[in-house]
């Protein structure tokens, strides 16, 4: 499966951003999806991901309550609604793949990637 993100820019904090991401291939219905961000000088950390069964959606800590993950199997797409973003949410933000295994939260269990949005949030 390929992936394709887009949807990132410039926001002042406290404002919004949706991202999306577009995945080619087939069953897309059945790989589990996730949001990661890397910030300059900072490991990739997990943000959220939504699980293949159910399409139940879990997050890190610090976006609980602000972040919102959706997928729409129809149209292959998942989609990150960023709400009351900080500062500290700048980062390139990356969305994942992974065929048939549910509620992933590391980076390496996450088979195929897309190539990152920008999000930049001024204060």
């Known amino acids: 499966v390929q992936l394709q993100a887009s949807g990132g820019g410039l926001v002042q904090a406290g404002g919004s951003l949706r991202l999306s991401c577009a995945a080619s291939?087939?069953?897309?219905?059945?790989?589990?999806m996730g949001w990661f961000r890397q910030a300059p000088g900072k490991e990739r950390e997990f943000v959220a991901g939504?699980?293949?069964?159910?399409?139940?959606?879990y997050y890190a800590d610090f976006v609980k309550g602000r972040f919102i993950m959706s997928r729409d199997n129809a149209k292959n797409t998942v989609y990150l609604q960023m709400n009351s973003l900080k500062p500290e949410d700048m980062a390139v933000y990356y969305c994942?793949?992974?065929?048939?295994?549910?509620?992933?939260?590391?980076?390496?269990?996450?088979?195929?990637w897309g190539q990152g949005t920008l999000v930049t949030v001024s204060s």
């Open positions: 939504i699980s293949r069964s159910f399409s139940t959606p």
């Open positions: 994942a793949a992974r065929y048939y295994v549910d509620y992933l939260r590391n980076a390496n269990d996450y088979t195929y």
């Open positions: 291939g087939r069953s897309f219905s059945s790989y589990t």
